[in-house]
């Protein structure tokens, strides 16, 4: 894996290459502090890593991940066959499989849930308690729970980790963000209001309460357009009605231009561990409203679909969309809180020690 002497060997535990997961991987790697080298052991596609690492500074392992035992069996060999520093496991599954084999003497293991399993809104009561109760019986077995919000560090403390060795490393947003232009722009065209959403066309990102949204603005803007624009694949189950463009698939890039075509950016998801996509709507300047989730503790109710949403069509009708948009970005920029990639890479150096 050709590390430099002296590095530390850092192995990302990763089930899968879609999705914010493999995003917030690619930064963690990308912000790392000095002194590390990075193994990525993943799923293939053909023989060789996922494109969603190109241009990485990391090794790659194959892992097999088609069915639990085999993805438990796969990941006992890759780690008694390489010797690592830290075995950082991402999300819930790589979370108990890491867990569950290997050993706190000779690796420090660090686990981001990337939001936990037992909050999924879409299985049944008994499956979420045994994920809780998964993650009790494993959390002795983590060396530091490296939460990415502060929803997330406070379900940790909740199932009893000890708050020494839970931190959160901050998520950052996956595209650059635009000049101060932005911010001092009404409405893209008049007498419309383009709003959007970013992500997998999901149970989880929840489809229907987007299109709930679009449809309950259009209702209280009779007379105007509501363009609504799904930012994402458009697999899944969800009926995609006329009025909801669904892009498909796009590159970063093109992810950063659709996102600075809306008005407003609607994030619908039912469950989360941090929102990226916020973070990309933020840098791109635009006005936000999100659904009330666990993920965004202490949201002001003004910033949520529920409590906002009154209020962006108010402004519209009102002609007064340019100072409700600042508002919103004001209090979004609040909550949020200055984040950058020092911020994450000095996280990053006390979660990896």
């Known amino acids: 894996m050709n590390e430099t002497p002296h590095e530390r060997v850092v192995a990302h535990v990763v089930d899968r290459v879609s999705g914010g997961v493999p995003v917030a991987v690619r930064t963690y ?34 892992w097999d991940t088609s069915t639990v035992s085999r993805a438990i069996r796969d990941l006992r060999r890759v780690l008694r066959r390489h010797t690592f520093d830290v075995v950082h496991a991402h999300s819930s599954f790589p979370g108990a ?37 998964a993650e009790r019986a494993l959390r002795h077995r983590t060396g530091i729970l490296a939460a990415c919000g502060a929803g997330e560090r406070r379900e940790a403390e909740r199932l009893g980790f000890r708050p020494e060795r839970v931190l959160v490393v901050p998520n950052l947003a996956s595209v650059p963000t635009r000049d101060g232009s932005r911010r001092a722009r009404g409405l893209r065209v008049p007498n419309r209001v383009h709003i959007g959403m970013l992500g997998r066309w999901s149970e989880q990102k929840d489809p229907a309460a987007f299109i709930a949204g679009a449809v309950a603005l259009r209702r209280a803007l009779p007379g105007m357009t509501v363009d609504a624009t799904w930012i994402g694949d458009g697999q899944g189950t969800t009926p995609r009605p006329d009025g909801v463009e669904v892009t498909g698939w796009l590159d970063r890039a093109a992810v950063g231009e659709r996102l600075d075509d809306l008005d407003v950016y609607v994030h619908s998801a039912a469950w989360e561990g941090f929102p990226i996509a916020i973070l990309d709507a933020a840098a791109v300047g635009l006005p936000i409203l999100t659904r009330r989730i666990d993920a965004l503790p202490d949201l002001p109710a003004a910033l949520t679909i529920d409590g906002g949403l009154a209020d962006l069509a108010d402004a519209v009708r009102s002609d007064r969309f340019d100072a409700w948009s600042s508002t919103n970005r004001s209090r979004w920029a609040e909550y949020l809180g200055p984040r950058d990639s020092d911020d994450q890479r000095r996280a990053l150096a006390g979660a990896w020690g």
């Open 97 to 133: 499989y890491v867990r569950m084999v290997s050993s706190r003497r000779r690796t420090r293991v660090v686990y981001t849930p990337h939001c936990f399993a037992f909050v999924r809104t879409d299985i049944s009561a008994p499956q979420r308690a045994v994920f809780r109760l």
């Open 29 to 62: 790697i990308q912000n790392s502090p000095s002194g590390y080298s990075h193994v990525v052991i993943s799923p293939w596609r053909d023989g060789a890593p996922s494109s969603v690492w190109s241009g990485l500074s990391a090794a790659h392992l194959a």
